[in-house]
């Protein structure tokens, strides 16, 4: 089982950024799927979570309406469409299902 996060990078305040998710040793999508993400000196905070079926999206207030969870079932990848970066969103974002992680990847917003 392994999870495996891309697309991280250095962006300017209100750029975009689109990380990926790649899944292995299972079938992502028949598990909830989320993003955390770690500030440095701060606590690993939820960002977004997308359910197995329906499917079904939920945001942590500090990214709804900029951030979108989503997944290719035939890809076994998930992934998280970040729009108007901002400078708190600088983190290392981590995905997670099936009780595993992901190593993260880094997002560094700078003027």
């Known amino acids: 089982v392994q999870l495996v996060e891309s697309g991280g990078g250095l962006v300017q305040p209100g750029g975009s950024l689109r990380l990926s998710c790649i899944a292995s040793?299972?079938?992502?999508?028949?598990?909830?799927l989320s993003w955390y993400r770690q500030a440095p000196g701060k606590e690993r905070e939820w960002v977004a979570t997308?359910?197995?079926?329906?499917?079904?999206?939920t945001y942590a207030d500090s990214v709804k309406g900029r951030f979108a969870i989503s997944r290719d079932n035939f890809k076994n990848t998930g992934y998280l469409q970040m729009n108007n970066l901002k400078f708190e969103d600088t983190a290392v974002y981590y995905c997670?299902?099936?009780?595993?992680w992901g190593q993260g990847t880094q997002v560094t917003v700078s003027a």
């Open positions: 040793g299972f079938t992502l999508s028949t598990y909830d």
């Open positions: 997308i359910t197995a079926f329906r499917p079904f999206t």
């Open positions: 997670k299902a099936y009780n595993s």
